[in-house]
């Protein structure tokens, strides 16, 4: 019995990626492409709340949002790691200090099976991550995710976890989809409406992570630009923060590293996980932001209405550490309905992959 612990002990990661491959060849990215990208037809359903809950309900044209207030342990999860602090360690050069790991507790990161490795690895709790295969920026309203025992949408699970810091990390299921454009709209409407049900939390926003040179998913150009327009429409609203987690996943080829592919050149390896997080935690609790050279700029965002600061040095060990303030975060102005944007473009759809 305890060689039997130890073996498990020892392949526990493997295990858990051999578990994250097989629930992608079920969902979203997967090779065929006609399944990965065509989202359902209705919504996914929500579950009804326990006799012991509490529920109120708000509008809004895409979405209703069901407010949960809990009154007995019937609508807490079953696994008590669903409580603990993130499982976050030091991997290699990525030093995680007790300041990130902090803030990496008031998160929770919502996006698709890439987003889903945080949790399927262990390396965040279920509970800071919304996240599952096929969602997409065009599409996350039609999907429910799992928050304790109850199915609910993006919006609801948002509301009810109420996380200080928000981080969307998606892309991959609308690059070969939707245009830059239609890209962009339908983030602006995700995080739109995400402000006006949270707008204490602090909105941030992933860049499409890169794919190995053999895969036929798209390029990595065309994921380059998406990020380009995304980055771009993100800094013109002066209203949520646009991280660029690519710097340290990609090699001289301006491809995945091989380190960090998945097995099947999209998805990820946990190696990568631990990269993708140090970056969030450099651009938002550090404040630094890179350039193309390696150099770097100092953001201290001031709570006042003061404008922003900034100072230049050049790239530093990774281990460096610098103070920080945040900002408020600033009411939303009142809603408007939003058409959803359907816009395609034949150009970015590649052929079949094998």
Not at 81 to 86: C, F, G, I, S, V
Not at 153 to 181: C, H, Q, R, W
Not at 250 to 256: D, I, P, V
Request: hydrophobic fraction near 35%.
């Amino acid at each position: 019995m305890k060689v039997a612990i130890e073996l498990l002990n020892k392949y526990k990661r493997s295990i858990a990626a051999l578990i994250l491959c097989l629930s992608l060849a079920a969902g979203g990215c997967q090779g065929n492409i006609s399944e990965r990208t065509l989202p359902s037809d209705t919504a996914a359903p929500v579950s009804e709340p326990v006799s012991e809950t509490t529920t109120t309900t708000k509008k809004t044209s895409i979405a209703t949002v069901k407010i949960t207030t809990t009154t007995a342990a019937t609508t807490l999860p079953e696994e008590t790691e669903e409580t603990t602090e993130p499982i976050i360690e030091d991997y290699n050069s990525f030093v995680f200090s007790d300041e990130y790991n902090d803030f990496l507790s008031d998160c929770v990161f919502v996006g698709d099976s890439i987003c889903s490795g945080l949790k399927l690895y262990e390396i965040l709790p279920s509970k800071n991550v919304v996240a599952q295969g096929n969602v997409a920026a065009r599409n996350i309203f039609d999907f429910s995710f799992k928050v304790g025992k109850e199915e609910l949408s993006v919006l609801s699970a948002l509301v009810n976890l109420k996380p200080k810091y928000v981080v969307f990390s998606m892309g991959m299921n609308d690059v070969n989809i939707t245009s830059e454009k239609a890209f962009c709209d339908n983030y602006g409407e995700l995080l739109s409406l995400t402000e006006g049900f949270l707008p204490e939390a602090k909105l941030i926003v992933c860049s499409v992570t890169p794919i190995t040179v053999e895969s036929k998913f798209t390029t990595n150009e065309n994921i380059d630009s998406f990020n380009s327009a995304l980055k771009e429409y993100l800094d013109s609203t002066e209203k949520w923060t646009y991280v660029d987690i690519t710097r340290e996943l990609k090699n001289s080829a301006n491809a995945l590293k091989t380190d960090y592919n998945g097995g099947d050149g999209v998805h990820l390896a946990p190696a990568a996980y631990y990269a993708m997080l140090y970056q969030i935690c450099e651009r938002i609790v550090d404040g630094k932001v890179y350039d193309e050279e390696g150099n770097v700029t100092i953001i201290t965002t001031a709570e006042t209405t003061a404008p922003e600061t900034s100072t230049t040095t050049k790239k530093t060990k990774k281990t460096t550490k610098t103070s920080k303030t945040t900002a408020e975060a600033t009411t939303p102005e009142e809603q408007t309905e939003v058409e959803r944007t359907e816009e395609t473009a034949d150009t970015t759809v590649p052929p079949e992959t094998e």
